[in-house]
């Protein structure tokens, strides 16, 4: 066989980016490196990795650690995000080295409320590397702008990102959305469940965990008549929580009294774990509350606040007492969390 030219890069050919390299990558992080972050990046492209390794099992896999180091709070707020605009700088410099597109055209958005956009950003241009036109939407996309969009261009498909799974009713309003315009909707991230399994619940024509997944789904036929059935329509316990949201909020925040220098934030957990409650009666599955609730105890153990959580859960009991389907889906929250009591 005839050796590559030397001005080219050798394949990768099933080379596997290592731990150590990683280790590498996250130092630049820590130290909000920039250049180095992007030389080291580029340095794997001359390498012979593509822009999907690199972005897939580099960066996104970074992406992870960045967030468990925020979770446990041995990283600030500050740190996260200043690791996190490194990463972006990476995936906007590893976009400049993609050709021209040669496929159809694929919207990407994040759902409305969600604005961790590094993955889907990392998606749009492993997409682009496979020859798509891809449109970037950003963050936090309300679903009548997204309908707007769809109507006025007329894309192939639409990729959804839904990092946490307290978003997934909003989720739903984009899906269905979609779908009314005549587009399918290929969802991705964590926020669908373990293995996707509430994307088709709401009416997704398919989930991928990752952007070669993406990729993949995008190979098979596209057309409204791959949208799938129709989820079905919610039920009365669902409309009911969902009207009641704010209102429950407001009980729960009023029951643990948090300090001033606080408030804002337990507030906003709150309100996580109520959209998490509506969720679950959306998709009918006890264990997105159960999951959410284990994440939720995580993090407010490690700012210190274990009992918080338990008062939370037990006020939305209290509160909810004619939805007995719900308040079963609480208890069984409470009782699986780390230290649960039954109430």
């Known amino acids: 066989m005839t050796p590559p030219p030397p001005d080219r890069p050798t394949p990768a050919a099933g080379r596997r980016i290592g731990p150590e390299t990683l280790a590498a990558y996250l130092d630049h992080l820590d130290a909000a ?6 030389a080291l990046a580029r340095g794997l492209l001359a390498d012979g990795f593509s822009v999907a390794d690199v972005l897939v099992d580099l960066v996104a896999v970074a992406q992870r650690e960045v967030g468990r180091r925020w979770l446990t709070g041995s990283w600030s707020v500050a740190q996260e995000h200043a690791a996190t605009h490194v990463s972006e700088q990476v995936v906007d410099a590893l976009g400049a080295t993609v050709g021209p597109p040669r496929r159809g055209h694929v919207v990407m958005a994040c759902v409305e409320g969600e604005w961790h956009a590094l993955a889907a950003r990392i998606v749009t241009e492993v997409v682009r590397a496979a020859g798509w036109r891809v449109t970037f939407l950003g963050a936090s996309v309300p679903a009548r702008h997204l309908v707007s969009y769809l109507h006025q261009t007329g894309p192939d498909a639409v990729l959804l990102s839904c990092v946490q799974p307290n978003r997934l009713v909003r989720a739903a309003r984009m899906v269905e959305a979609s779908r009314a315009a005549g587009v399918p909707v290929l969802a991705g991230g964590p926020g669908f469940g373990p293995d996707g399994r509430w994307a088709t619940a709401i009416g997704a024509a398919g989930w991928g965990a990752s952007a070669r997944d993406a990729v993949a789904l995008l190979e098979r036929p596209l057309s409204a008549a791959h949208t799938g059935s129709p989820p079905p329509p919610p039920d009365d316990a669902y409309v009911a929580v969902l009207h009641r949201r704010r209102e429950l909020v407001g009980l729960a925040l009023a029951a643990v009294d948090p300090p001033q220098e ?5 507030a906003a957990g709150i309100a996580h774990l109520v959209d998490a409650l509506i969720a679950a009666v959306r998709v009918d599955d006890d ?5 959410f609730v284990g994440w939720q105890e995580e993090a407010l153990t490690s700012r210190g606040g274990r009992a918080l959580l338990d008062e939370v859960l037990g006020t939305l009991e209290r509160a909810l007492t004619e939805h007995p389907r719900v308040v079963a889906r609480l208890r069984a929250a409470r009782e699986a969390a780390p230290d649960g009591r039954s109430g």
Do not use: I, M, N
């Open 33 to 38: 490196d920039r250049s180095g972050a992007v």
């Open 262 to 266: 606080s408030a804002e934030e337990v």
């Open 287 to 291: 264990r997105l509350l159960r999951d």
